[in-house]
């Protein structure tokens, strides 16, 4: 997966943190996690696609996919996302918003470390997140050839 090589090199910047200057090491660690989340949004789009007919549309169509994947649907698809995993998620819709429109001067370092430390645990949610929605997947193609 792209997004577990994004991970790895988002902790490989997070080591390094301590020894590069913040105005430096904050944007890199910044765009990292806004990849992270973009990978995140990917799977959700996928998702809505081939089950809900297309993405949403609108000015906040972001979030209305985000809020899409927390509910299931009329072709009875689950929900990707529960809804712990998806408040966590919206944090980082929300900071991939802020990171594309602010410049990086402005970015809180607090707040990017915080979120970029909380990816490696917020991933393997994730994961065990797809994994129950591929077993649905894998039920119904059985459900078809039977």
Known sequence: FAI???IDTLNQVLEQSTTV???IVIPAI???VEDFYSGCERLAERVAVAFDGGLPQ???WHQQ????MGESDRSNRPSLWDQPLLSKLDAYRSFRHRVRHLYNIDLDSEKVLLLARQVPELFEEIK???EQFNEWLVQQANKRSE
């Open 58 to 60: 609108g000015k906040n």
């Open 30 to 32: 910044a765009a990292y």
């Open 65 to 68: 996919l985000l809020q899409k």
């Open 4 to 6: 577990e090589k994004t």
């Open 21 to 23: 200057a913040e105005i």
């Open 128 to 130: 065990e997140a797809v």
